[in-house]
């Protein structure tokens, strides 16, 4: 067999791996799943590709930086795209979630990120159409790297991208009092008030750090595959799975739950077939579940 | 007369709208003082602290800190103004370890003022030093409590409020936990504690105020209310004014 469906499952995994850190951390520090948060990603997309399409109607076409398949545009675009995409979450977090949220039933708010997934999703089709649509048509060659495996530039500065962002990620939560501050307030939102943290500002980190992810996943997405209204909800299922598989609240379990249900679609595909990439993941899911209920990265309070 | 850091006057509190728990209390507290709240099972006494720490809706009354209005202010502003609260239960990070409990309740500190800090909590709570990379969770009961007051002092608070630091500890932690607060108070200190294990809590204490129903009923200097008749009195529900008052009540 060929050895290429670790390339593609890292790249699969590291979409999912972003995605599902902006759903870990509202769940453990808001406590409800934002079924929304697939849409952020779309949203942060669109807005990217639409900073794109104005720069490159303002300062005209600009030559992609060598050997890959996007300029300095996208670059900017991305920065803007997640700024934007922070905002919408804070936006929507303060007409919508924090209102429910004070009422105290997770279950209605869960409802109304539902809703909200819908109602963002439909705009999106509404303005942009459901046609999918590209960042860039060039066609890039994927190179040889050995047993098998062919990569291509794009991919290769993606991953990379990753690789940062996770571990910037990481080290906020570990190193800063903002990390140590969403720590307290995902264990027990009393005492974290009691030593003088104060929930609202915690709350809006959460909603920045995790919109913020939600676009560079989905530009990612934009620049691998396509760009459509649905890519986002498309990925909710697999970002909840390696949430729940690398344990909820854990930024390295996220990231490894993502790769281990990336590498397993890809795997899927080549050995068993492409019908059952989404079956896979979540028997792995289960299997996991199974043996360890707290998930990869998960830990019990004594 | 030496100045007063805390006053409390005619606080009503409760969680519902028109169920007041607290109805009426006054207290002060004097600085470099123990003062204690005694007070039957469900007499306020735990709901009474949490409202002046800002945790229980305030309904009436008001509280001064050193002078200043700190009434239903939030509870995560009250760390800033000067109060630090020890709740009774669920008082740690129980997965942070021992030093990021003390450090991320740092956040009103100057950033370098930090380390040296929580190095001065080590050597004030030696037990911890052992233990600074351990999860919380993992501590004794005792070195629990510990851990909770030393988190508690670090942002120099005028005044240290505890709500029963010795419920669900075994004898021997017991005591250790008011030897450690009565050494506390001698660092200069003031402590407001409430407690169920009065004999104690009195031994180590200045003054006690007795709650009653949501009231304080009594007060007097620790030591010698051990022996008090009227006390004795209230524990037992037996209210002393109720002849009086041809019941009234």
Known sequence: MSLQFVVDGLLTGSMIGLGAIGVTLTYSILRFSNFAHGDFMAWGTYATLAVVSAIGATVGKVAPIAPLSFGWPLIVALVIGMAFTALLALLLDKVLFSRLRSQGQAIIVVMASFGASMALRSLLEFTFTSRPTYFSRAIQIAMPVGFGIRITPDQIALLLLTAVLVLGVHLLMTRTQTGRSMQALSQNAALARIVGIDVASVVRVTWVIGGALACVAGVMIGILVQIRPFMGFDMLLPMFAAAILGGIGSIPGAVLGGLIIGLAEAGAVQLIGAEWRAAVSFILLMAVLFVRPIGLFGVRER | ?249
């Not at chain 2, 209390?25 to 004097?30: E, F, L």
């Not at chain 2, 030093?129 to 351990?134: A, C, E, I, N, P």
């Open chain 2, 1 to 249: 007369m030496s100045e007063i850091v805390l006053d409390v006057r005619d606080l009503e509190a409760g969680y519902e709208p028109g169920v007041p728990i607290v109805r009426g209390a006054s207290i002060t507290v004097k600085k470099g003082e123990i003062v204690v709240v005694l007070g039957p099972n469900g007499a306020g006494k735990s709901s009474f602290i949490k409202a002046i720490a800002g945790l229980v809706p305030i309904t009436g009354g008001t509280v001064f800190l050193d002078g200043k209005d700190i009434t239903a202010a939030p509870a995560h502003t009250m760390v800033r103004l000067g109060l630090a609260f020890v709740p009774q239960t669920e008082n740690i990070f129980q997965l942070m370890s021992v030093e990021d409990n003390l450090r991320v309740a740092c956040g009103i500190l100057e950033r370098r003022e930090i380390p040296a800090r929580i190095e001065e909590m080590y050597a004030a709570f030696p037990d911890l030093v052992r233990q600074r990379r351990t999860a919380a969770g993992n501590l004794s009961g005792g070195q629990r409590q510990m851990l909770a007051v030393a988190r508690a002092l670090i942002v120099h608070p005028k005044v240290l409020v505890l709500d029963e630091p010795s419920a669900g500890l075994s004898p021997k932690f017991v005591s250790m936990v008011f030897e450690m607060l009565a050494n506390i108070r001698k660092s200069g200190v003031t402590i407001l504690l409430v407690e169920q294990n009065a004999k104690a809590a009195l031994a180590i204490g200045d003054r006690a105020y007795v709650l009653v129903e949501g009231k304080d009923r009594h007060q007097g200097i620790a030591s010698e209310l051990w022996n008090d008749p009227v006390v004795a009195e209230l524990y037992l529900g037996q209210r002393p004014s109720q002849a009086g008052k041809g019941g009234t009540a």
